[in-house]
């Protein structure tokens, strides 16, 4: 019964904020070992919450690698999941995450249509944080596209939510992946 299911629960939450850790370290093969251990839990005791959870954070991870096959496949499962519960934000990362592999492959009509989905599910939770991160990715990738008003509107706009906020700004950048390791989202754009 449900007894018999806190304390893995519990455990496997452990282990997932332990992977958070490693990972913020940088120790991605740590982190991925932690995550991994989660998922096996949280498959064991049928916890779907969790096991989005740590596929997305795995996805995460394979991204970060360049293995964006591996890290795609990741996600999608993750998608599959928090789309059964209905965990929005737990989609909403993973949109995400999708959205940033699709513009690294260069297909920026994909990407815009999975940021702006993101955005969409953002808006319905009330994320405002989140919804000037999917801002500054949609204007990232008018910016590939060479659209550079819209770009910059769109810059705007997510700064504008930011100081709406109240938010440090610099920590804003930290906390939405700024400062990856692979620099994938330079705000503002260098070029």
Do not use: C
Request: hydrophobic share 35%; net charge negative; no cysteine.
């Amino acid at each position: 019964g449900k007894d018999g299911r806190e304390m893995p629960n519990g455990v496997a939450a452990s282990l997932e904020g332990r992977g958070d850790v490693a990972k913020l370290r940088g120790d991605l093969d740590g982190a991925e070992a932690l995550y991994r251990e989660s998922l096996d839990i949280a498959r064991e005791i049928g916890n779907r919450e969790r096991q989005s959870s740590a596929l997305n954070n795995l996805g995460v991870i394979a991204r970060q690698r360049g293995d964006l096959d591996g890290a795609e496949a990741l996600y999608r499962e993750a998608l599959d999941l928090t789309r059964e519960f209905v965990n929005l934000a737990n989609e909403s990362a993973t949109l995400n995450g999708l959205g940033r592999i699709a513009r690294k492959r260069g297909d920026y009509e994909e990407a815009e249509r999975l940021h702006n989905e993101a955005l969409n599910v953002d808006r319905k939770l009330g994320d405002r944080l989140g919804e000037s991160q999917e801002l500054a990715r949609l204007g990232r990738i008018a910016l590939d596209r060479g659209d550079h008003d819209f770009a910059e509107k769109l810059y705007r706009d997510s700064v504008r939510i930011v100081k709406e906020l109240g938010a440090p700004f610099d920590q804003w950048l930290i906390d939405n992946g700024y400062t990856e390791p692979d620099a994938e989202w330079d705000f503002p754009p260098k070029e």
